[in-house]
Protein backbone atom coordinates (compact mmCIF):
# COMPACT_ATOMS: atom_id res chain seq x y z
CA UNK A 1 0.00 0.00 0.00
CA UNK A 2 1.15 3.37 -0.62
CA UNK A 3 0.29 6.65 -0.90
CA UNK A 4 1.48 10.18 -1.27
CA UNK A 5 1.16 12.26 1.02
CA UNK A 6 2.49 16.34 1.58
CA UNK A 7 4.76 17.12 3.99
CA UNK A 8 5.16 20.77 4.81
CA UNK A 9 7.86 21.26 6.89
CA UNK A 10 9.40 24.03 4.44
CA UNK A 11 5.94 26.04 4.82
CA UNK A 12 7.05 26.93 8.26
CA UNK A 13 10.75 26.72 8.67
CA UNK A 14 13.88 26.68 6.29
CA UNK A 15 14.61 23.06 5.78
CA UNK A 16 16.39 21.09 2.98
CA UNK A 17 19.62 19.87 2.18
CA UNK A 18 20.68 23.11 1.40
CA UNK A 19 18.79 25.12 4.12
CA UNK A 20 16.48 26.44 1.49
CA UNK A 21 14.34 29.54 2.80
CA UNK A 22 10.89 28.27 3.91
CA UNK A 23 8.42 28.76 1.45
CA UNK A 24 5.96 32.14 0.79
CA UNK A 25 2.21 31.92 1.49
CA UNK A 26 1.00 32.60 -2.21
CA UNK A 27 3.74 29.30 -3.18
CA UNK A 28 2.06 27.50 -0.24
CA UNK A 29 -1.81 28.01 -1.53
CA UNK A 30 -0.76 27.02 -5.39
CA UNK A 31 1.49 23.75 -3.71
CA UNK A 32 -2.02 22.90 -2.09
CA UNK A 33 -4.18 23.39 -5.28
CA UNK A 34 -1.75 21.65 -7.72
CA UNK A 35 -1.80 18.37 -4.87
CA UNK A 36 -5.75 18.55 -4.64
CA UNK A 37 -5.94 18.94 -8.25
CA UNK A 38 -4.04 15.51 -8.09
CA UNK A 39 -5.93 13.60 -5.07
CA UNK A 40 -3.46 14.06 -2.72
CA UNK A 41 -5.56 14.88 0.27
CA UNK A 42 -3.27 14.10 3.04
CA UNK A 43 -0.80 16.81 4.71
CA UNK A 44 1.87 15.89 7.04
CA UNK A 45 2.63 18.76 9.24
CA UNK A 46 3.64 19.03 13.19
CA UNK A 47 3.86 21.62 15.74
CA UNK A 48 7.77 21.71 15.38
CA UNK A 49 7.82 23.23 12.14
CA UNK A 50 7.59 26.67 13.08
CA UNK A 51 4.72 27.98 11.54
CA UNK A 52 3.41 25.50 9.29
CA UNK A 53 0.23 24.74 11.40
CA UNK A 54 -0.59 28.35 11.37
CA UNK A 55 -0.49 28.89 7.45
CA UNK A 56 -2.40 25.88 6.62
CA UNK A 57 -5.01 27.16 8.95
CA UNK A 58 -4.80 30.45 7.23
CA UNK A 59 -5.30 29.31 3.89
CA UNK A 60 -7.86 26.31 5.42
CA UNK A 61 -7.19 22.36 5.46
CA UNK A 62 -10.56 21.78 6.85
CA UNK A 63 -11.06 19.10 3.89
CA UNK A 64 -7.51 17.45 3.85
CA UNK A 65 -6.72 14.84 5.69
CA UNK A 66 -3.84 16.08 8.52
CA UNK A 67 -1.32 14.24 10.41
CA UNK A 68 0.34 16.10 13.21
CA UNK A 69 3.04 15.33 15.24
CA UNK A 70 3.49 16.25 18.75
CA UNK A 71 6.53 17.64 20.41
CA UNK A 72 8.85 15.93 22.42
CA UNK A 73 7.64 15.34 25.92
CA UNK A 74 10.16 17.89 28.20
CA UNK A 75 12.28 16.66 30.61
CA UNK A 76 9.79 17.20 33.89
CA UNK A 77 6.50 17.16 33.31
CA UNK A 78 3.42 17.12 36.22
CA UNK A 79 0.36 16.37 34.36
CA UNK A 80 0.92 14.37 31.16
CA UNK A 81 -2.70 14.12 30.34
CA UNK A 82 -2.80 17.77 30.17
CA UNK A 83 -0.05 18.67 28.13
CA UNK A 84 -0.95 16.24 25.89
CA UNK A 85 -4.38 17.92 24.99
CA UNK A 86 -3.05 21.27 25.40
CA UNK A 87 -0.91 20.85 22.37
CA UNK A 88 -3.49 18.79 20.35
CA UNK A 89 -5.75 21.56 21.22
CA UNK A 90 -3.89 24.22 20.08
CA UNK A 91 -3.09 22.00 16.97
CA UNK A 92 -6.67 22.15 16.41
CA UNK A 93 -6.40 26.32 16.31
CA UNK A 94 -3.29 27.05 14.32
CA UNK A 95 -5.14 24.65 12.15
CA UNK A 96 -8.38 25.65 12.14
CA UNK A 97 -10.47 22.37 12.54
CA UNK A 98 -12.03 20.29 15.50
CA UNK A 99 -10.45 16.64 14.24
CA UNK A 100 -7.40 15.31 13.13
CA UNK A 101 -6.78 12.22 10.75
CA UNK A 102 -3.28 11.27 12.93
CA UNK A 103 -1.58 12.09 16.05
CA UNK A 104 2.06 10.95 15.72
CA UNK A 105 4.91 11.02 18.64
CA UNK A 106 7.86 13.34 16.73
CA UNK A 107 10.05 11.38 19.24
CA UNK A 108 9.23 7.64 19.37
CA UNK A 109 11.26 7.02 22.38
CA UNK A 110 8.54 8.79 24.32
CA UNK A 111 6.47 5.84 24.74
CA UNK A 112 9.36 3.73 25.10
CA UNK A 113 10.31 5.92 28.24
CA UNK A 114 9.76 6.82 32.06
CA UNK A 115 6.11 7.90 30.97
CA UNK A 116 5.12 5.47 28.22
CA UNK A 117 1.89 3.90 29.44
CA UNK A 118 0.45 7.58 30.36
CA UNK A 119 1.46 9.12 27.35
CA UNK A 120 -0.54 6.06 25.23
CA UNK A 121 -3.47 6.45 27.50
CA UNK A 122 -3.55 10.36 27.01
CA UNK A 123 -3.35 9.38 22.99
CA UNK A 124 -5.79 6.46 22.86
CA UNK A 125 -8.12 8.84 25.16
CA UNK A 126 -8.06 11.23 22.07
CA UNK A 127 -8.69 8.48 19.44
CA UNK A 128 -12.01 7.15 22.09
CA UNK A 129 -12.90 10.32 22.11
CA UNK A 130 -13.17 11.16 18.30
CA UNK A 131 -10.60 13.49 18.31
CA UNK A 132 -8.17 11.67 16.35
CA UNK A 133 -8.58 8.67 13.78
CA UNK A 134 -5.43 6.61 14.64
CA UNK A 135 -2.11 6.62 16.49
CA UNK A 136 1.04 6.25 16.23
CA UNK A 137 5.20 7.42 15.90
CA UNK A 138 7.70 8.67 13.95
CA UNK A 139 10.57 6.12 13.99
CA UNK A 140 14.01 5.82 12.72
CA UNK A 141 14.94 2.76 14.82
CA UNK A 142 13.59 -0.73 14.13
CA UNK A 143 14.26 -1.35 17.93
CA UNK A 144 12.44 1.05 18.99
CA UNK A 145 9.69 -0.05 16.86
CA UNK A 146 9.99 -3.07 17.77
CA UNK A 147 9.73 -2.14 21.58
CA UNK A 148 6.83 -0.32 20.57
CA UNK A 149 5.02 -2.46 19.14
CA UNK A 150 5.41 -5.16 21.43
CA UNK A 151 3.58 -2.77 24.54
CA UNK A 152 1.07 -0.61 22.54
CA UNK A 153 -1.73 -0.88 19.46
CA UNK A 154 -0.08 1.83 17.25
CA UNK A 155 -2.23 2.39 14.10
CA UNK A 156 0.34 4.38 11.80
CA UNK A 157 4.16 4.11 11.67
CA UNK A 158 6.55 7.37 9.75
CA UNK A 159 9.54 6.08 9.11
CA UNK A 160 12.37 6.91 6.53
CA UNK A 161 12.50 4.38 3.59
CA UNK A 162 13.85 4.73 -0.08
CA UNK A 163 16.48 3.52 -1.91
CA UNK A 164 19.43 4.66 -0.02
CA UNK A 165 17.39 4.35 3.74
CA UNK A 166 16.22 0.60 4.39
CA UNK A 167 16.90 0.27 8.20
CA UNK A 168 13.69 0.31 8.93
CA UNK A 169 13.47 -2.82 7.12
CA UNK A 170 16.12 -4.64 9.41
Known amino acids: ?6 GTVQFGLDYGIHGEKKTDYAEVEKI ?10 TLDTAMEYGRSESVLGE ?10 KISP ?13 D ?10 VERL ?4 LHNANDLIGRYA ?10 KENKLVSKIGVSVYSPKVLKKIQERYPIDVVQA ?11
Open 73 to 85: LPAEIKDLNCWVK
Open 32 to 41: LSLASENSID
Open 160 to 170: PFNILDRRIQN
Open 87 to 96: RVFNSFDRLK
Open 1 to 6: YSKVIL
Open 117 to 126: DQLFKALFDL
Open 101 to 104: DTIL
Open 59 to 68: IGVSNWNIIT
